[in-house]
């Protein structure tokens, strides 16, 4: 009789094991944000003339091609330039390309590596008003953004990413501003800029979603006819989520979705994967996030409704013409669910792969990036009540 019992007490520590694993995945996947973490240091400043170069270790991130930024403790930043050069075993040197105002780095200063170019709209070279969106939890603030035309009826709400500032959005709000649209960057609730409401955690985008539904009519108000939502990473979710909605059938134009979380199991999966865990872990964290009761226990309001926001189960749902920029070398919110969405839905769905890790490909191919999205942006198919035709197919390239 000794066996059954052993095995009884086995699997037994086996299912705590695996509800407490579930427990702390589902606790740090909507926790809420977290400080940066500066985790790189200046190993040295270069100085050529007008040329300047900042030497950092050699890693995986300092060694991407690209445009990227470094940001420091006390919120001044440093962008880079695209070269890399070498310094020796394990060094390599960043152009500097432009510093925060009256901001000169240091050596042994510690540093953030970050895909977010653009930490103000002024450092966009955009021109921006402070506006507050009445959203259901309280006053949300928001960046507006005037295009050429300072009376467009044409306008693009800017959604951000669990875990990043909206700042991260300006990339896509400079190609807008050009093309003559009124922009919003929005925040929305527990996003560590917009109100606090219960825990502060984040449900994944299934309530945030009414934070940007507010955004929308405030843009109705304000004389908008034609919307195009930008959604980055868990953006996209709430993207979808709205333009699904019947009521903006015919005012939602489009939407652009750079390295979608389409859907959360995947990205679950991933992410646990990327941390070292098997990437089956995931789904230990589902009950904690779909059961009343457990969901409760996380510090959530209520349960999530996953299947309502996984995007290839709702892949029929779509309505609107979808441009998909997704990097190649995604590790948190996997390409290849954007691949599936676009064989589900070539008929509305346009994927552009890049050579870039989550939320980089503006950063990997600056000039691609917004000749890509300009172009979709001014095709036909983005006529709204015209929702069957679409503009001219782009081939593929390439590979916080």
Known sequence: ????????????????????????IARRLTAPPSPRRFDLSVRGLEQDGDR?????????????????TLLF????????????????????????TA???????????????SGIYFMTPVDAGLSAHDIDIPTPPGPAPAWRIDGRDSQSTRWAIHIHG????????LRGVQVTAELGYTSIVVSYRNDGEGPRLG?????????????????????????ARRVVLFGWSMGAQVALQLATRPQYRRLIAGVVLESP??????TINANCARAGLPSVAGLTALPWLTSPT???????????????????????DLAVPTLILHGAGDDSAPPAVSRKLEALRPDLVQLEIFGAHHTMTWNSDQARWRSTVSTWLTSSGLRPGDLTTRGPKLRQFGGR
């Open 1 to 24: 009789m000794r066996a059954p019992i052993v095995l009884a007490g086995a699997l037994a520590a086996a299912a705590t094991l695996s509800l407490g694993l579930g427990l702390v």
């Open 99 to 113: 510093t925060a105002p009256g901001f000169t780095p240091s050596a042994d200063d510690r540093a953030s590596w």
């Open 162 to 169: 669990l875990g990043s500032p909206r700042a991260g959005t």
């Open 52 to 68: 300047r170069a900042i030497v950092l270790d050699r890693t995986h991130q300092t060694e991407s091609p690209g445009e990227f």
């Open 261 to 266: 979380v389409l859907d959360w199991v995947a």
């Open 199 to 223: 825990t502060g955690r984040s449900t994944l985008g299934a309530t945030e979603v009414d934070d940007v539904d507010a955004a929308i009519q405030y843009a109705i108000d304000q004389g």
């Open 294 to 316: 457990l969901a409760r226990a996380v510090g959530l309001p209520g349960s999530i409704p996953l299947r309502d926001i996984d995007w290839i189960a709702r892949a029929e």
């Open 73 to 96: 403790p006390g919120g001044q930043w440093v962008q880079l330039g695209a070269e890399v050069l070498d310094r020796g075993p394990g060094r390599l040197a960043r152009a500097v």
